[in-house]
C-alpha cells in the first residue's frame, strides 16, 4: 500500500496544469484544514475494515467537503491522530483505504501531519505512521504559486527523555532555518503541526496539550526570516481561528486550532476550515469554519 501522502503528491502533481491556470485565471488557492480523526478499527468482517464511531464521523466530513458546492479546494491538511492508537495496523490501514477511497475520484489529494496518538506509544516508534501516511516531516511545494506547504513532527522528539511531551525535534528546527537561508527567497509559507502554540489563546489556559513557552519561542525565532502567511495546529479536540504576531511584528498571521475531525471535546462540533490565499499579494483573504452535524 503506497503511504497516503506520497498518494496524496502523485495527485497534486498530476494535476499541476490544473492549479496552474486555475490560479492564472481567478489568483486563488483554496484548502481546508482539519485534524484529530481518532479512528478505531478493532476487527476485520466480510474483508471489511469495522470503524468505530470516530471513523464514521471522519468518512461523513470527508463526504460534507466533497459536497460542499461553497468550495473548491486543491487539498486537504490534516493535523495528525488520525488513528487513535498508533500500534494498531488495522486503524491505519482502514484510514488510508476509506480515505483514498472518497476522495480519489474527486483528485483530491490529502497531507496529514504526524500526531502523538499516531505513535506506537509501546515503544515509542513512528514505524506504523511513516508506512502508512508517510514521512513525519516535510515541505511541498504547491504548482503554480510561490507558496510552500511545510508540515512538522512536535511529539516524542526526544524519545523517551520527554516522556510524551510536546516538542520540537532538532530536524523540525533546522528545517525551518535552512528555508530561511534561502537567498532571495521569494516564497511564502503555511505551516501544520500537531501541538498548539502555548500563546495561541488567552482563554485557553496552559496544560499538556500545548507546547511551552519555550517550545513556542524556539519555534517563532526560527521563522523570523520566512513570510509566514498562517500556521495551523490541532490536538485539543476545539477549533476556532485568530490571528497572532510574530517576533515582535506588526505583521498579523492566520492562526488556526481545527481538531474536531472525527473527534470533539463535547461542547464542539465536528468541523473543518476552508481557506482561500490570495497569489496576488500572498494573503488569506478567506478562512471558514463548516460545521459537519
Known sequence: MQPLNNWSLDILYDKSTEILNYVKKYHHINFVVLGDSHLICNKI???????????????KILNHILKNKKINPMFIIHGGDTVNAGDNVNSFAAFVEITKNILSNAKLPIFSSIGNHDYDRHNVSSTN????????????NIPGTHLKYIYLNTHYSDAPLNNYKSKF????INLLLNESKIINN???YIIDFHAPLSSSSSILKFNDHELSSLETSKFLNSIKGLNILGIFCHHKHISYKTKINVNTSNKSIRYILSGCGGNHNNNE??????VTINT???KIVYCKKYLVL
Do not use: T
Open 129 to 140: 505512521f511513516q508506512s502508512y501516511i508517510g514521512p513525519k516531516r516535510g515541505i511541498i
Open 269 to 274: 462540533n465536528f468541523s473543518y476550515y476552508y
Open 45 to 59: 468482517e466480510d474483508n471489511k475494515y469495522v470503524l468505530d464511531s470516530n471513523g464514521k464521523q471522519y468518512k
Open 186 to 188: 521569494k516564497y511564502h
Open 169 to 172: 525535534g532538532e530536524k523540525d
Open 280 to 282: 496576488k499579494n500572498y
